[in-house]
Nanobody
Framework: QVQLVESGGGLVQAGESLKLSCAAS????????MAWFRQAPGKEREFVAA????????IYDDSVKGRFTISRDNAKSTLSLQMNSLKPEDTAVYYC???????????????????WGQGTQVTVSS
């Protein structure tokens, strides 16, 4: 099992940047595929980005491609999400998630992830 704690959320203006971090407990962080999801008020939780266990492959939702960068540091058991050129529609609670046995074709699905953080609020004003 891995426990996840997000940080770095806040209030920014459109066009600005923000970096989210997710600290993982335990020694097994490197054995998990990791992802960021987000949930806006009144909407379902949606996939944002994922990175495979060894950090080699990254996957992005089209809505954030070119603006967001996901990365991981297995030595420090941390996951990051660099968000640039933020838009009001990026406003949501952002969640870090871990999947022990996801396959590439299902890595965007919520059900692939067994461990979740508590979330961090990101608000982008226009």
């Amino acid at each position: 099992q891995v426990q996840l704690v997000e940080s770095g959320g806040g209030l920014v203006q459109a066009g600005e940047s923000l970096k989210l971090s997710c600290a993982a407990s335990g020694r097994t962080f490197r054995s998990y595929d990791m992802a960021w999801f987000r949930q806006a008020p009144g909407k379902e939780r949606e996939f944002v980005a994922a990175v495979r266990k060894n950090g080699g492959a990254t996957i992005y939702d089209d809505s954030v491609k070119g603006r967001f960068t996901i990365s991981r540091d297995n030595a420090k058991s941390t996951l990051s999400l660099q968000m640039n050129s933020l838009k009001p529609e990026d406003t949501a609670v952002y969640y870090c998630a871990a999947a022990g046995s996801a396959i590439l074709s299902t890595i965007r699905r919520l059900t692939s992830y067994t461990n979740w953080g508590q979330g961090t609020q990101v608000t982008v004003s226009s």
